[in-house]
């Protein structure tokens, strides 16, 4: 008899590497990702059944700073489960051992998914703040003090995640770039229905076509010693979530 298709959900907040996440996933061939951007389901939902489940305003801050509603994106009644999977089931190839999904916003919204998807895995991740609110800043305009704000918001709730989600796989976007291979044997531990994973492969990253690698320095070298000070301004008061996350405050004479 063939067993059910395992679950596997990348909890990522935005600007924080999930979509190198999923691709890097998706060289398995044992695997199904969504054709829709950036391989996220809420997407699909929005087009297919929109009532079904909140996405961030396109319109508005929220797209890429959905921490500040937290009303909307983490209140159980405005998930539609079984019309929610409807659509994702129609979108992912039934034939292949390992379905997955990622939609940033659904950092808020975690344990849900583990109440209403089995078997299931998660994989959480996060990034450095500072490359983070650089990549909001550059991508929507945001201020970076607003950005550090939406990075400390998701941050705690992906400690809360870490902590609530089942036999969770916790890892940094930088030890993913730093030792893919080492996260690559960790991740197929945690799930040996992939089967294997190339990190050799070059992909769509950033508008560049690129083998596995860190672009942090890449964000701190757009930023003045000013833009870190704001985001160290922002960050104070939250030492508590850096050192949980194995961050260290970064200052330019």
Known sequence: ?????????VICPNNSGSTLLVRLLATSDQVSVFDSMNHEGQWLVHRDDPEAM???????DELRNWTTNEAKFADPQRYHWERIKAVWHRAWDLGKAVLVEKSPPMVMAAPLLQEQFAPARFIVSVRSPYA???????KRGYPLSVATAHW??????????????????????EDLCQSPERIAARILEYIP?????????????????STI??????????????????????????????EALGYERIVRA
Do not use: K, W
Not at 54 to 60: H, K
Not at 132 to 138: D, I, K, N, S
């Open 193 to 209: 229905e992939l089967g294997r994973l190339d990190v050799g492969r070059a992909f769509d990253i950033m508008g560049e076509h």
């Open 54 to 60: 909140p996405i961030p305003d396109t319109g508005s």
């Open 152 to 173: 400390v918001r998701s941050s705690r709730l992906q400690l809360r995640n870490r902590a609530v989600l089942r036999g969770s796989l916790f890892f940094r976007y």
């Open 213 to 242: 690698r860190d672009f942090n320095g890449d964000s701190l070298g757009r930023m003045s010693a000013a833009d870190l000070d704001e985001i160290n301004t922002a960050l104070a008061g939250h030492e508590d979530v850096l």
């Open 132 to 138: 983070f609110a650089e990549g909001v800043r550059r």
């Open 1 to 9: 008899m063939r067993r059910s298709p395992l679950y596997t959900f």
